[in-house]
Nanobody, 124 residues
């Protein structure tokens, strides 16, 4: 199985940027589609983005389209989430997840492995 560790979270001002990383170990991530989810206090976990095994296909939640970009470097066994034009409503714990299936899904229950999360806080 694969272990996932997120990093890069922290504090930012509205309009600023952060780049999250998700480093994998145990197995190569090239065999997984990868996703990012987030959970704000008092809210359910929300789909943010997904990238196919090859990196050719990407998908985004409606609230982040045009501002967040998911990418992957299979040689480094790492997935990234570039976050631009940040808003206070982006404040959440961000989780990286791996899916053994390559077909698109935004449902968290269909992802097989999860990281522990990294906190992102955006101030106005």
């Amino acid at each position: 199985q694969v272990q996932l560790v997120e990093s890069g979270g922290g504090m930012a001002q509205a309009g600023g940027s952060l780049k999250l990383s998700c480093a994998a170990s145990g197995r190569t991530i090239s065999t997984y589609a990868m996703g990012w989810f987030r959970q704000a206090p008092g809210k359910e976990r929300e789909f943010v983005a997904r990238i196919s095994r090859s990196g050719y296909s990407t998908y985004y939640g409606d609230s982040v389209k045009g501002r967040l970009t998911i990418s992957r470097d299979n040689a480094k066994n790492t997935v990234y989430l570039q976050m631009n034009s940040l808003k206070p409503e982006d404040t959440a714990v961000y989780y990286c997840a791996a899916d053994t299936r390559d077909s698109y899904t935004s449902k968290e229950k269909e992802y097989d492995y999860w990281g522990q999360g990294t906190q992102v806080t955006v101030s106005s």
